[in-house]
């Protein structure tokens, strides 16, 4: 009942900045939580950060606390994660993620997915 579509990867270089949108459509008038999560060749899915219906609460992973920031605009039904100061680390395919539920950290949480968006933080 929800679609989702990333926006905004690309090359970025350490240090400087970038920001990733995701747009939602469908059911978006029902309140649900939106999450960030990012893959690594040859890794787990990993959380990145989660948002929940009001913007009032948010959850960072400790690897990305004090440089990203996630935000939501509810009337354009759009959820994104700025990237201040990224490294190399952080290259990865980012997709965001919905759930009519609260936000989890577990990507069994979300039944909702993107298809996902790619970083690359050049040093």
């Known amino acids: 009942q929800l679609q989702l579509v990333e926006s905004g990867g690309g090359l970025v270089q350490a240090g400087g900045s970038l920001r990733l949108s995701c747009a939602a459509s469908?059911?978006?008038?029902?309140?649900?939580?939106m999450a960030w999560f990012r893959q690594a060749p040859g890794k787990e899915r990993e959380f990145v950060a989660a948002?929940?219906?009001?913007?009032?609460?948010?959850y960072y992973a400790d690897s990305v606390k004090g440089r990203f920031t996630i935000s939501r605009d509810s009337a354009k039904n759009t959820v994104y994660l700025q990237m201040n100061s990224p490294k190399p680390e952080d290259t990865a395919v980012y997709y965001c993620?919905?759930?009519?539920?609260?936000?989890?950290?577990?990507?069994?949480?979300?039944?909702?997915w993107g298809q996902g968006t790619q970083v690359t933080v050049s040093s």
């Open positions: 993620a919905a759930t009519y539920r609260d936000y989890d950290v577990l990507p069994r949480g979300y039944n909702y």
């Open positions: 948002i929940s219906w009001s913007g009032v609460r948010t």
């Open positions: 469908g059911r978006t008038f029902s309140r649900y939580a």
